[in-house]
């Protein structure tokens, strides 16, 4: 079944199980998943990409089947999916597993691709493409994303973002989310906001955080390699590693309360987004609060040193993020 993007709101309900999101617009099919569907769809999640499903078709399948890994129910998310996977996904929709939903994201899809036709005729599915953001819902975005944010740009400022974004919402609020952690709610200028936006780098600077924190040396050696840290750089990764360790004090505080890990992710406030409850679920087992603690001190310490020390800062860091990835910790 059709259903356009802005009526997917008001259309989706607990009676579709399964869902196929295509087109370009990364953030608006995040969007629809964190704010409409994990409210009423299960809170155990299983995401995939269709490469590992397709090297490994029987054991996916045997996953699907076993009757004791949908005791209760089960999100199954499927990332970079084509036609290649049509064939198994009507093999499970037909098949009409209890407890299951699911749902399918890609990128664009021809008319005349047997996935997209096999969602759009079958009744019990959902089928909505997701096409590029206007400028009109963007600025919308924007300046609700601010106000949240606390965060005050120029006119000038705004209509920048909203062209380097390429009509992608999360192109946007990734944008804004590094100039509000950037400023420390304090004035930028227009220059400096043109100069963070054009930061590009091959590796996220949360991609790197994290694998600081889940102690993935090898993946942070190949992320210090391929990219060149500039000071202003470093200034945005430390206050990237501040916010996200003094989000996982709290959550570990949460979960050292409760004893309950899944609840502790889920009831947390402002809500977790779907795609990271793994990465923090690893880092809660892996950092004691003491020693998280600790490190919280220990950068913000760092980032009094780097503001003095521009010309070794991009080294001061590096030192500091691969030390903090070799450190044994006692929950390991």
């Known amino acids: 079944m059709i259903v356009k993007s802005y009526e997917i709101e008001r259309k989706v309900n607990k009676e579709f199980d399964f869902y196929l999101f295509y ?46 890994f949908f005791e209760e129910d089960k999100l199954v998310i499927i990332n970079h999916a084509t036609s290649k996977i049509a064939d198994l996904a009507e093999e499970i929709i037909n098949s009409k597993v209890k407890n299951l939903k699911l749902i399918i994201k890609s990128n664009i899809l021809e008319k005349k691709s047997k996935l997209r036709i096999f969602f759009e005729k079958n009744k019990s599915c959902v089928c909505v493409a997701f096409y590029p953001d206007n400028e009109l819902s963007l600025t919308k975005i924007a300046f609700q994303q601010l106000k949240d944010n606390n965060v005050t740009l120029s006119k000038e400022a705004i209509n920048y973002l909203i062209k380097k974004s390429n009509g992608d919402r999360n192109h946007l609020i990734t944008e804004i989310d590094k100039i509000r952690i950037f400023t420390k709610n304090k004035k930028i200028t227009n220059e400096e906001v043109m100069k963070l936006v054009n ?4 590796h996220e ?81 892996t950092w004691p609060k003491k020693q998280i603690k600790k490190m919280l001190y220990e950068i913000n310490i760092l980032e009094l040193i780097v503001k003095k020390e521009n010309n070794i800062s991009s080294y001061l860091l590096a030192n500091f993020i691969l030390e903090k990835s070799f450190i044994r910790t006692n929950n390991i």
């Open 199 to 202: 930061l590009s780098k091959e």
């Open 205 to 285: 600077i949360t991609e790197l955080v994290n694998n600081c924190l889940n102690q993935n040396t090898a993946k942070l050696k190949i992320i210090l390699n391929d990219n060149i840290i500039s000071h202003e750089d470093c200034i945005i990764i430390i206050r990237t590693f501040i916010s996200k360790i003094k989000r996982l004090i709290k959550l570990i505080e949460n979960y050292n309360e409760k004893g309950n890990l899944e609840e502790s992710i889920n009831t947390f406030k402002p809500s977790i987004f779907w795609k990271e409850k793994g990465t923090v679920k690893k880092q809660i087992l």
């Open 23 to 68: 087109g370009v617009n990364e953030g608006f099919k995040n969007d629809v998943i964190d704010r409409c569907l994990l409210p009423i769809f299960p809170k155990n999640i299983y995401i995939y990409s269709e490469n590992d499903i397709l090297n490994d078709i029987g054991a996916f399948k045997e996953k699907i089947y076993n009757k004791s």
